[in-house]
């Protein structure tokens, strides 16, 4: 697609549940990162996926949080037994490959408000 | 630990005015600082980026200035206009252990530029 694709655009969840968050990066963009933006604060590094290597999760809170990326393209972000401090919205970016990265910076979508109640 | 320190949070500015927006960072190994714009119910945008072996770089009515030896860099937007209303943040990217880079987000400056 032209760029990078995220859904649901919005999603209240009642507290406990589970959630699922998708995103479709740029057809060809090997790198795909996953951000959370809480209200006043920056952008907070999640996950990281670039081509068939493991992910780097260093940025996932707790083992609530989990993501995969099936077939190098689609990515889903779950968070389980959601709580009110997991409400913000999540943004998802890829890239092309370290190169590209370095000279282009990342491409985002427009993000997934998460609001649990 | 925050390791890029934007600032000011919020400012606003008259049209026509310049826009100054500060970072710090003290990880050496950061060597790419790349700036994001942010419209409402959009993701940030790349807006411009300097390698730290250049000391200023202008596109446009946007100029990033680098201080090496400071650790500090700045966005200067000139001839402000209400349409650059935006959460401006400040990013620095280092080498992951994967051979990949990664980048750290400052937490954003609120712009309003008033008519």
């Known amino acids: 697609g032209a760029g990078v694709s995220q859904s649901p655009s919005n999603k209240v969840t009642e507290k406990g549940k589970d959630v699922e968050l998708r995103c479709d990066p740029i057809s060809g963009h090997t790198a795909l990162y996953w951000y959370r933006q809480s209200l006043g604060q920056g952008l907070e590094f999640l996950i990281y996926f670039q081509g068939n290597s493991a992910p780097d999760k260093s940025g996932l809170p707790s083992d609530r949080f989990s993501a995969e990326r099936t077939g190098g393209s689609v990515s889903t972000l779950t968070i389980q037994r959601t709580q009110q401090e997991d409400s913000a919205v999540y943004l998802c970016?890829?890239?092309?490959?370290?190169?590209?990265?370095?000279?282009?910076?990342?491409?985002f979508g427009s993000g997934t408000r998460l609001t649990v109640v | 630990q925050q390791q890029v320190k934007q600032s000011p949070q919020s400012l606003i500015v008259q049209k026509g005015g310049i826009s100054i927006i500060n970072c710090a960072y003290e990880?050496?190994?950061?060597?790419?600082f790349p700036w994001y714009q942010q419209f409402p119910g959009k993701g940030p945008a790349l807006l411009i980026a300097?390698?730290?072996?250049?000391s200023e770089k202008k596109e446009g009515r946007f100029t990033i200035s680098f201080n090496k030896s400071a650790k500090q860099f700045s966005l200067h937007i000139m001839d402000s206009q209400p349409g650059d209303s935006a959460t401006y943040f400040c990013?620095?990217?280092?080498?992951?252990?994967?051979?990949?880079?990664?980048?750290?987000f400052g937490k954003g400056t609120k712009l309003s530029v008033i008519p």
């Open positions: 300097i390698r730290p072996d250049v």
């Open positions: 990880n050496t190994a950061f060597d790419y």
């Open positions: 990013a620095a990217s280092e080498r992951s252990g994967a051979g990949s880079y990664q980048l750290t």
């Open positions: 970016a890829s890239s092309l490959e370290k190169v590209r990265h370095r000279v282009g910076g990342y491409t």
